[in-house]
């Protein structure tokens, strides 16, 4: 089951000025490691086969929309620029169908703002209208499931508040960052991406003693997350989170 991943900073989504700005305040090697490696492709393309069967045969049940919204995400984490973009209004589509069926559903409101930060990535204009949307449906979807994903909704605000420009450019908020990822972090403490993400914030604000206290949970985390979160859909995750725990020890100097 593909699961969000966005440890990135949001210089993932937004385009031409903003993406020169936010790179100027983060170190580069940071935004080459924001892509899950293209190697597992196969992996997303058969989710998303496999997604399109199921609705097929029930194009009415709102479980198999937001999944296929979810698949749609993923996949589109292997493409770039035409192809992502189609991709990611497709899954914008469907969720928002979905919604018209279940207004309240918080998968629906998940995966529509991940599509969403999808095409954000691809577009020149509009990118900041979408950011906004995608705070929105975030915070439905933290409201009516805070444990959805493991914590998706609100890792997701974290990451968010903290990478976006601050207003009146956008809705960037760093205190609105910290509780968010530490709340994600509370609720599913036992997932590698939160406790990544966690550190990788701290890093960058400068805070390397907490970030230290922090790191000597890391290596349990990973290694239970290897047997608990098994199948090849969970391949892609494991690769980079693994580089991922490498580059934060290798900065923390461990």
Same mark, same amino acid.
């Given at each position: 089951?593909?699961?969000?991943?966005?440890?990135?900073?949001?210089?993932?989504?937004?385009?031409? /000025?903003?993406?020169?700005?936010?790179?100027?305040?983060?170190?580069?090697?940071?935004?080459?490691?924001?892509?899950?490696?293209?190697?597992?492709?196969?992996?997303?393309?058969?989710?998303?086969?496999?997604?399109?069967?199921?609705?097929?045969?029930?194009?009415?049940?709102?479980?198999?929309?937001?999944?296929?919204?979810?698949?749609?995400?993923?996949?589109?984490?292997?493409?770039?620029?035409?192809?992502?973009?189609?991709?990611?209004?497709?899954?914008?589509?469907?969720?928002?169908?979905?919604?018209?069926?279940?207004?309240?559903?918080?998968?629906?409101?998940?995966?529509?703002?991940?599509?969403? /930060?999808?095409?954000?990535?691809?577009?020149?204009?509009?990118?900041?209208?979408?950011?906004?949307?995608?705070?929105?449906?975030?915070?439905?979807?933290?409201?009516?499931?805070?444990?959805?994903?493991?914590?998706?909704?609100?890792?997701?605000?974290?990451?968010?508040?903290?990478?976006?420009?601050?207003?009146? @450019?956008?809705?960037?908020?760093?205190?609105?960052? @910290?509780?968010?990822?530490?709340?994600? !972090?509370?609720?599913?403490?036992?997932?590698?991406?939160?406790?990544?993400?966690?550190?990788?914030?701290?890093?960058?604000?400068?805070?390397?003693?907490?970030?230290?206290?922090?790191?000597?949970? /890391?290596?349990?985390?990973?290694?239970?997350?290897?047997?608990?979160?098994?199948?090849?859909?969970?391949?892609? !995750?494991?690769?980079?989170?693994?580089?991922?725990?490498?580059?934060?020890?290798?900065?923390?100097?461990?």
């Amino acid at each position: 089951m593909a699961t969000s991943n966005w440890h990135g900073t949001l210089a993932r989504w937004l385009p031409g /000025g903003i993406l020169c700005l936010l790179l100027s305040l983060s170190p580069a090697s940071e935004h080459q490691k924001t892509a899950l490696s293209p190697k597992f492709v196969a992996i997303a393309e058969k989710g998303l086969m496999e997604a399109r069967r199921a609705l097929a045969t029930t194009p009415e049940d709102v479980e198999r929309i937001w999944q296929l919204g979810r698949a749609l995400y993923f996949r589109a984490e292997f493409t770039t620029g035409k192809e992502r973009g189609e991709l990611a209004e497709e899954g914008i589509a469907v969720c928002e169908s979905g919604l018209a069926r279940v207004p309240d559903s918080a998968e629906c409101h998940y995966y529509l703002a991940m599509n969403q /930060g999808q095409l954000a990535r691809e577009k020149l204009w509009g990118a900041l209208g979408l950011v906004r949307a995608m705070r929105d449906h975030l915070r439905l979807a933290a409201l009516a499931k805070p444990k959805l994903d493991h914590a998706g909704p609100d890792r997701c605000l974290g990451l968010l508040f903290r990478d976006a420009p601050g207003w009146p @450019v956008s809705v960037g908020d760093g205190k609105a960052a @910290v509780v968010h990822l530490d709340r994600a !972090y509370s609720l599913a403490s036992d997932y590698p991406e939160n406790l990544l993400v966690l550190l990788e914030s701290r890093l960058k604000r400068g805070d390397r003693k907490a970030a230290k206290i922090l790191m000597s949970q /890391g290596g349990a985390v990973l290694e239970k997350a290897k047997l608990i979160l098994e199948g090849p859909h969970w391949e892609p !995750y494991h690769h980079d989170w693994a580089a991922r725990w490498k580059d934060i020890r290798a900065r923390l100097g461990d």
